[in-house]
């Protein structure tokens, strides 16, 4: 809504690539950064849910499987309007005169359904105090490396990713909008047990969708039936959302997302890095991988 109502005003705008700055080391849009006392601040109410990712996790698939469970599967509900209005983006500070998340989250009546990709640390602290439940995507590092280098092409809100060969050490060293991959990963994992936390991984929603929305249903404390289930399943499969306007992001302006240089539902598989990776990158990877993950539980699947 925000962005149709107000691709009018921006006319033949030629959207330059943002600025970055720094929240305690972390590089974050710098607009972000301008607003952070804002965004710290932030009241959260105990009844929000949050669907918390680092970028390209599958942070809009599971606010749609959210969003389907607190609408009882009823799908026109869902197509209300598109995700970024359904569920504001906690620190997301768009041109003027679209309204920056934190507007829409405050015009929103709670129990709300929000979305952030910060760090763990950087959460404002109300959604503690509060114990709202927050919901965690996590994805493999190779897939989420190939997915935020097509992402980055193709969305002009975030700086460019330059040749792939440099995005990998870009990437590897944690120098991309909302920071290190590892200490994203590791640090919400950290924090899982001290808080509502739902840890889920996006190659388990791959492998069973249905058993992991009835993960998400129980911890939201939802009974779902079988037929609520099923049309969760459908409504939320790859093609379902790739087909759907109000999940694709087909509705942002082109001259911010140009999804003909890469479309924003773009594979939607495991193991997609096999087609990017060259041996030796594989190699320089595994190796910084193993050295970053190093003492931790967490262990992904990087295929199926
Ligand atoms: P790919 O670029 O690998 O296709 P985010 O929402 O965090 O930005 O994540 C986007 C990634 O999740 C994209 O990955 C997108 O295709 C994938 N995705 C979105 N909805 C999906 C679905 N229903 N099934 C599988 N993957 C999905």
Known sequence: MAFERNARYFGSYVMQRPAMGRI??????????????DIWGFQAHPGDVL????????????????????????????????????????????????????????AMEPPRILKTHLPVQLLPPSFWEKKSKVIYVARNAKDCLVSYFHFQRMNKGLPDPGSWENYFSTFLSGEVPWGSWFEHVTGWWNAKDRHQILYIFYEDMVEDLRRE??????????????????????????????????????????FVMDHSISPFMRKGIVGDWKNHFLVAQNEIFDEEYERRMKGTTLTFRTQL
Request: charged share 25%.
């Open 213 to 254: 929305a009835q993960k998400v249903a129980r911890f939201l404390e939802k009974d779902l039936s079988e037929d609520v289930l099923e049309k969760i399943c459908q409504h939320t499969s790859f093609q379902a959302m790739k087909d759907n306007p109000m999940a694709n992001y087909s509705t942002i302006p082109t």
């Open 51 to 106: 669907v918390a990712a680092y970028p390209k996790a599958g942070t809009t698939w599971m606010q749609e499987v959210v969003d389907m469970i607190h609408e009882d599967g009823d799908v026109a509900r869902c197509r209300r309007a598109p995700t970024y209005d359904r569920h504001p983006f906690l620190e997301v500070v768009a041109p003027k005169p679209v309204p920056s998340g934190l507007q829409l989250a405050e």
């Open 24 to 37: 305690t080391g972390v590089p974050l849009d710098q607009k972000t950064c301008e607003t952070w006392p």
